[in-house]
């Protein structure tokens, strides 16, 4: 990860889950501790419990869940992976420059598995409400990719326990381009 970080003059890193694969809190601080720049980050379903906790105590990332914070102009959104749905999570965000970082991807978009669709509907219903630009995805680790609807682009980077990561490219006011490594 150090180097992406570097090669692309990275402003902050995004986490969409599934960070330990099953390892243990304690990890999470050993595992990002080199790393120069801002973690943001939700938990994901192969994330144990101590992970989400240690999420929220680390120095190094900052937990979205059902969080909204600013960063580089942007307003970025979180919704791990969990019972409520988004919209009790994420009640209102802001209409502009929005960046959703979810572990499970909307129905039908970056979420198909050997047995079919694995998305949650509520995610697209949010999506149709509040536009973000960028939805950034995980948990369906076999759906690595990009796709675009209406004016919202979904990436998933693939999981990065096998080096899969994607760099994004955000100006002021839109998403410049996708490059996956």
Known sequence: MLEYVYRYDADLITLSGDI???GLGDHVD???????????????NCDPLDVSHALGTSSKITPLNGNIVKRTGWHFCGYSYQDMAIQDILPIVPKEKTILLTHVPPRGILDKTATGNAGDGNINRWVDEFAPALVLTGH???????????NTVFVNPGPIRDGMAAVVDVDESCIRDVVFL
Do not use: D, N
């Open 140 to 150: 369906i680790h076999e759906a690595r990719g990009m796709e675009r609807h209406k």
């Open 20 to 22: 330990t694969h099953f």
């Open 30 to 44: 050993r595992i990002f501790e080199p790393v120069p720049v801002e973690i943001l980050a939700v938990s994901g």
